[in-house]
């Protein structure tokens, strides 16, 4: 805990059955290490189907709602016009959301405000200042200008630069995989993880798509792996959100299954449950660099066309195989005697260690600390 001045950070992020779960779930992580370290912070977020403003209260943050959409008042194309590709995922225009944000922020005068939303830019970070004392953006995308004075991009392939006409001059840009957003236990369990992997073997896998999986890439998964010539005594364990659309059909899916398959809905425990898996299916999302902490060999699916790139950098730097849903049940079976060979899973679990360390979180908060504590001092 931090004796020097505590300081107070709101985050703006949203999860709905679009947007998925991965920007709540990374700033809930960030927020954790935070709050260790003796700051105050609370969300702000948008009551889109599909929401964690519960399970965000049930971790203690308080969370300022701000309305759905209503049938007098739907977002037009007009609302998007002009904005960022995922401008749609915000539910509303952007200035009445910047409205509604201010008022919250006016009580609070946080020393951050955070964003994770596709859906902001510039406009709506501009019209917000005097509101907050510093602005830190969580993006990956890249596609977007920003007015901010901190940006994480932690994927992959990225670039500094690739920012250079999107952020000021005086942002400071955290880059790559060494920034990524994990929870302590990763970095806990990773030395136990490698060990156990120095002989691979095919005992237990683990498919996870994210806390949505709107596109049901979890019962194509299971419909190929009934395909493959599994070990005997192999088990499958599924892990979904409790919102996924598709969730009682995959439970139906797995009980059809030849091999043991368990479906887990919202566990508390990934970090244990990777570390113990020798293989894995899941998303091309931020559950990603989870993996590759615990040197996790694993096939990642392209869920959607933003994750597109990422996928792409990992397989050419030989950290993880990619499908794409549209075939993947058939590329699945083509390679799965390949993919599973003893030394491709040896050489998926060295690449991928050797990318992330599981204390990007520490090295953000570190930043925020020191930044957000000058700026209260200053202002006191």
């Known amino acids: 805990m931090t004796s020097g001045p505590v300081i107070s950070v709101v985050f703006r992020a949203d999860a709905s059955i679009s947007i998925g779960t991965g920007h709540i779930m990374r700033c809930l992580t960030l927020a954790d290490t935070l709050t260790a370290d003796g700051a105050r912070c609370r969300f702000i977020c948008r009551e889109h189907p599909g929401h964690l403003i519960g399970y965000i209260r049930e971790r203690g943050y308080p969370v300022h709602v701000l309305p759905a959409q209503t049938g007098s008042r739907v977002q037009t194309s007009d609302d998007c016009r002009g904005g960022p590709p995922h401008a749609h995922w915000l539910g509303e225009h952007w200035e009445t959301d910047a409205e509604q944000t201010r008022s919250i922020l006016r009580e609070y005068r946080p020393d951050w405000l955070i964003v994770d939303h596709y859906a902001l830019d510039a406009r709506w970070e501009r019209a917000l200042r005097g509101s907050f004392g510093k602005l830190m953006v969580i993006d990956d995308l890249a596609d977007r200008p920003h007015a901010c004075d901190l940006l994480l991009d932690q994927n992959l392939g990225r670039k500094a630069e690739d920012y250079s006409m999107l952020v000021p001059e005086s942002c400071e840009r955290l880059i790559g995989p060494k920034f990524a957003l994990l929870r302590p236990e990763f970095a806990a369990l990773r030395e136990y993880s490698l060990e156990r992997r120095r002989k691979p073997e095919l005992k237990r896998l683990l498919v996870t798509m994210g806390g949505v999986d709107q596109p049901n890439a979890t019962g194509k998964v299971l419909e190929a792996l009934r395909a493959c010539p599994l070990p005997n005594g192999c088990q499958i364990t599924v892990v979904m ?74 397989q050419t730097e030989g950290i993880v195989c990619a499908l794409d849903t549209a075939d993947l049940k058939e590329r699945l079976i083509a390679k799965w005697s390949i993919i599973t060979s003893q030394e491709y899973l040896k050489r998926l679990s060295r690449n991928s260690a050797s990318l992330v360390d599981g204390l990007g979180c520490n090295r953000v908060q570190n930043m925020l600390m020191k930044a957000g504590s000058a700026n209260e001092v200053a202002n006191e």
């Open 241 to 314: 959100g409790a919102t996924a659309p598709w969730l009682e059909e995959v439970r139906e899916c797995a009980r059809q299954m030849p091999y043991s398959t368990d479906v887990m809905v919202n566990v508390d425990d990934m970090a244990r449950r990777m570390a113990e898996s020798d293989f894995a299916i899941g998303a091309a999302g931020s559950t990603v660099w989870e993996r590759c902490c615990l040197g996790l060999p694993s096939v990642v699916v392209v869920l959607a066309d933003n994750q597109k790139a990422i996928a792409s950098a990992l």
